[in-house]
């Protein structure tokens, strides 16, 4: 099985990011995504092809004052 890491455990790869985010029932509005220490654009998600082993890191962001 082509197995990836999302912030530091392994899951089962998915043909893109926008495919593994639905997947992992994340919010895509407010969050970032690094694929081996590279953010990657979110007009690219659909198109970014990830390979296994890949490391994917999904950041959030929070509002504050």
């Keep these: 099985m082509n197995m990836i890491f999302?912030?530091?455990?392994?899951?089962?790869?998915?043909?893109?990011?926008?495919?593994?985010?639905?997947?992992?029932?994340?919010?895509?509005?407010n969050i970032a995504v690094l694929v081996n220490?590279?953010?990657?654009k979110r007009e690219d998600w659909k198109g970014y092809k990830l390979k296994e082993k890949?490391?994917?890191?999904?950041v959030g962001f929070v509002g504050g004052g």
Excluded: M, S
């Design 54 to 58: 890949d490391r994917v890191e999904i």
């Design 6 to 29: 999302v912030n530091g455990k392994k899951e089962k790869n998915h043909d893109n990011i926008d495919e593994l985010l639905t997947a992992l029932n994340y919010n895509k509005k």
């Design 37 to 40: 220490d590279n953010i990657i």
